[in-house]
C-alpha cells in the first residue's frame, strides 16, 4: 500500500487527524510525522518535513498541513521532488522545502469549505494512487519565497535559531559546511543574545561537560544546535525562534 506522511499542526485532540486518517483508510497507509508544529508556523514545519522525508520509500506522498487553507490563487498542489511527491499549499514552501526545481507542480481544485483541505489532500492521494493525476489536476508553476540564510564575513557568520525542539535545543540555520569554509580550522565564540552569553568551542556530543553548562555542537541533521547539558536552553537563556546567533573566528 501507498505511504502518505502528515506533518501538522493539528494537535491530535482536534478531530482533523482523524477526519484525514478517515478519508485515507483502504487508499493508502498514513504515517504521522508530528501534529505539533507551533500553530502557523509554515517554517518549523517545513524544517521538520526536510529533516524527515528521506527516511520513507520513493513514492511517498507527504502531506503539509500547517497554515494551508487553499485559495484559487493559491492551491492546494501536488510536487515531485526526488522521487517523493509533496501535497501543500503553493505559496513559496516548496521553494523552501526543496534544494532545487521540482520535476513538476499540479495544482488540486477543490469545494470552499471551513476545512476543505482535507478534501484536497484526500483527492491528491486518491489521485497518485489510482495513476490520473493529470486528467484530475492543472499543472502549475513553483512560487518562491527567499530562505533565510546564515550571513559570512572573513572573521564571522551571522545566523539565527530556525527550531527549538522538545527539549529547548536550539538548531540554527548554520551549517557545518559553512561553518568550516568560514572558521578554516579556526577559534570560535559563539554568542547568544548578545555579548555575555557566549560558548567558547563545539563538543561532539551531549557528553564531557557538566549539568547546566552550555554547549554547542553539530548535529545529526548538519546544523550548529545550541543546547543546555541536561538543561533547557530555550527557557534558561530566553531563546526563542529566529533569534540571532554569532559566530567570531580568530587566530
Not at 80 to 99: E, M, P
Not at 136 to 156: G, H, I, N
Amino acid at each position: 500500500m501507498s505511504v502518505v506522511t502528515v506533518t501538522s499542526d493539528w494537535n491530535k485532540r482536534d478531530y482533523y487527524a482523524g477526519a484525514l486518517e478517515g478519508g485515507l483508510l483502504g487508499i493508502a497507509a498514513l504515517y504521522v510525522i508530528t501534529h505539533h508544529i507551533q500553530p502557523f508556523d509554515v517554517r518549523m514545519g517545513v524544517f521538520v518535513l526536510r529533516q524527515s522525508y528521506f527516511r520513507y520509500p520513493p513514492g511517498s506522498m507527504h502531506i503539509l498541513a500547517v497554515q494551508a487553507q487553499a485559495t484559487d490563487r493559491l492551491p492546494m498542489s501536488v510536487a515531485l521532488y526526488r522521487g517523493h511527491y509533496f501535497i501543500t499549499v503553493n505559496d513559496g514552501r516548496f521553494s523552501l522545502l526543496f534544494d532545487g526545481e521540482p520535476e513538476w507542480i499540479r495544482a488540486v481544485y477543490s469545494a470552499p469549505g471551513t476545512f476543505s483541505e482535507v478534501e484536497a489532500y484526500i483527492k491528491a492521494v486518491r489521485a497518485v494512487v489510482e495513476g490520473n493525476l493529470e486528467d484530475r489536476t492543472l499543472p502549475a508553476e513553483m512560487k518562491t519565497e527567499v530562505r533565510p540564510s546564515a550571513v559570512a564575513e572573513k572573521d564571522y557568520i551571522m545566523g539565527q535559531v530556525i527550531y527549538i525542539d522538545s527539549y529547548g535545543n536550539a538548531i540554527t540555520n548554520i551549517s557545518r559546511a559553512l561553518f568550516d569554509k568560514v572558521g578554516s580550522g579556526r577559534r570560535c565564540l559563539i554568542f547568544l543574545q548578545g555579548p555575555y552569553t557566549r560558548i567558547e568551542k563545539l563538543s561532539d556530543g551531549y557528553g564531557g561537560v557538566r549539568p547546566g553548562e552550555l554547549l554547542a555542537l553539530f548535529n545529526s541533521a548538519g546544523f550548529l544546535e545550541l543546547a543546555v547539558f541536561m538543561g533547557n536552553l530555550s527557557s534558561l537563556e530566553n531563546i526563542g525562534l529566529y533569534d540571532e546567533i554569532q559566530v567570531q573566528f580568530s587566530n
